[in-house]
Nanobody, 124 residues
Framework: QVQLVESGGGLGRDGGSLRLSCAAS????????MAWFRQAPGKEREFVGV????????SYADPVKGRFTIARDNAENTVYLEMNSLKPEDTAIYYC?????????????????WGQGTQVTVSS
């Protein structure tokens, strides 16, 4: 049974930092593409960033580029989202997702496995 468990969310300050973690189990983690998405109230789920199995050249959505960094530790079956220079518009539920397709997909429909999400709230 595949499980993705996010942690590290909470309240952040405008200009501050938070780090999210997503611990995976039940899958051959090092073979999976891992992505982060977010969903704000009343909005559709949107792509944040993606990292391939190798960990090289992650790609990001324009709103977070230069502020957020994705990394993975295949030995620990964990993917991270380092969020710096937070803005109130970053407030959302953040989800990690996994898929074995091997491509840096930005469409949430391309991902089969999802975590339960972790709330990030950025105060101004």
């Amino acid at each position: 049974q595949v499980q993705l468990v996010e942690s590290g969310g909470g309240l952040g300050r405008d200009g501050g930092s938070l780090r999210l973690s997503c611990a995976a189990s039940g899958l051959h983690f090092s073979m999976y593409t891992m992505a982060w998405f977010r969903q704000a109230p009343g909005k559709e789920r949107e792509f944040v960033g993606v990292i391939l199995w190798s960990g090289r050249e992650p790609s990001y959505a324009d709103p977070v580029k230069g502020r957020f960094t994705i990394a993975r530790d295949n030995a620990e079956n964990t993917v991270y989202l380092e969020m710096n220079s937070l803005k109130p518009e970053d407030t959302a539920i953040y989800y990690c997702a996994a898929e074995s397709h091997g491509w840096p997909q930005k469409n949430p429909d391309a991902y089969h496995y999802w975590g339960q999400g972790t709330q990030v709230t950025v105060s101004s």
